[in-house]
């Protein structure tokens, strides 16, 4: 197979909007993702206007076009091999090619970034979150949500300690999915653990949720409207919960060393993670792909030091203020989302 001159390795946000400014500088590219087609996971995401302002002209959109028109994707990885600053890359059916230039696109559990980099492990802070949906039909939604949620697709509700929040996810002309988040700083007293804080679990544990987190919904008693019909122990036990854990990996300083032996790109969450609550990874991933663009255009492909050098303190702050919002969110008397 002959690589072309940029292979990008995740065709997720950071990878799209690499491969999309690429392709506008005239600069050839492919991107190979693991995914058979476009999943779809029913989760909304904040982009603010400043992300994507910059996409609407490569898009040839307008702002309402682009507004109407926006949806949500991701996935899983296979092995990637660095030699002699080529990349052999290697797919699972044992479909390979070099290439000289690689851009690490493929999220979280990157298999570039494992491959070319010293593991990094991620923080885990100390918070409970749940995130559960609901499908609901749009008569029941207009009834009971559609005084609180006309104007907004987000919601907050703090009862003492634990944080509220319902998000509108879609939207047909039958239904409505909202999603919803139950989430809390932990709590301990003495050698009492906190039964819903389990930093350690293993993945597939996000989706078993422990019998408290039932009898602590119960605990929050009459909620206002609509927090109470959909924070209900009972309606929660139908629902799809996930329980997540609030993790960010900040990029380490000997990154940009490792990558310049290496001369790969990695960026979006395969070069720093964001905590699922505050985090505002989409938006970050987005701007990394243009600007990788912009970067490559000017200094060509051999220049991957240089690239992670540029970025490396707006990372740091990137995730450094994620988690000072993550904070924030769940503090009382101080700023709330
Ligand atoms: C529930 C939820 C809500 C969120 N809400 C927000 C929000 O409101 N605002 C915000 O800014 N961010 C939000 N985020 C975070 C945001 O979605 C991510 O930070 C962003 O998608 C990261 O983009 P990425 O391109 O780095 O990675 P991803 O979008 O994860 O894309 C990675 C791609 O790489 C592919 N891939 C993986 N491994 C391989 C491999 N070995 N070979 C080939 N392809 C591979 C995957 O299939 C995937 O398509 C949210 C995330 C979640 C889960």
Redesign the pocket.
């Known amino acids: 197979m002959i690589a072309p001159a940029v292979s990008t ?7 799209l909007a690499l491969g999309l400014s690429l392709k506008s500088k005239g600069i050839s590219g492919k991107i ?4 058979p087609g476009i999943p779809r996971f029913n ?5 603010h206007a400043s992300t994507y302002r910059p996409l609407l002209g490569l898009l040839k959109m307008d702002e309402a076009t682009f507004r109407k028109e926006t949806a ?7 092995p ?1 091999i660095w030699k002699d600053r080529t990349h052999l890359v290697k797919f699972e059916r044992g479909l390979g090619f070099k290439t000289r230039c690689l851009a690490g ?7 570039v970034s494992r491959s070319l980099m010293h593991k990094v492990d991620a923080d885990v802070h100390p918070f409970v979150a749940f ?1 559960g949906r609901r499908r609901v039909p749009t008569d029941v939604f207009v009834k009971v949500f559609g005084q609180s949620m006309a104007e907004n697709v987000m919601i907050v509700h703090h009862n003492g300690a634990a944080r509220l929040e319902i998000t509108i996810s879609d939207m047909t002309s039958e239904y409505v999915i909202l999603g919803y988040i139950y989430s809390r700083q932990t709590r301990s007293q003495g050698s009492t653990k906190d039964p819903l804080h389990t930093p350690l679990r293993p993945s597939p544990g996000a989706k078993l949720t422990p019998p408290a987190l039932y009898d602590e919904i119960e605990a929050l008693g009459n909620l206002p409207q609509p927090f109470n019909t959909i924070f209900h122990a009972e309606s929660m036990r139908n629902d799809r919960l996930l329980h997540w854990l609030l993790r960010s990996r900040r990029p380490q300083i000997d990154h940009s060393k490792q990558l310049a032996d290496r001369g790969a790109f990695i960026i ?3 070069a720093h993670g ?1 905590p ?1 609550l505050g ?5 970050m ?1 987005i701007t990394d792909g243009i600007d990788l663009a912009e970067h490559i255009a000017k200094r060509g492909v051999d220049t991957a030091a240089g690239f992670s050098n540029s970025k490396y303190e707006s990372w740091i702050k990137f995730v450094d203020e994620s988690v000072q919002r993550l904070r924030d969110m769940h503090n009382p008397g101080g700023r709330r989302h």
Not at 72 to 78: I, P
Request: hydrophobic share 35%.
């Open positions: 390795i995740g065709a997720g946000l950071s990878g190979y993702d693991l995914a989760y909304g995401i904040t982009l949500v994707d991701g996935a899983r990885g296979e990637v696109c493929d999220g979280i559990n990157s298999s995130s979006g969450d395969a964001a699922l985090g505002e990874g989409a938006n991933a």
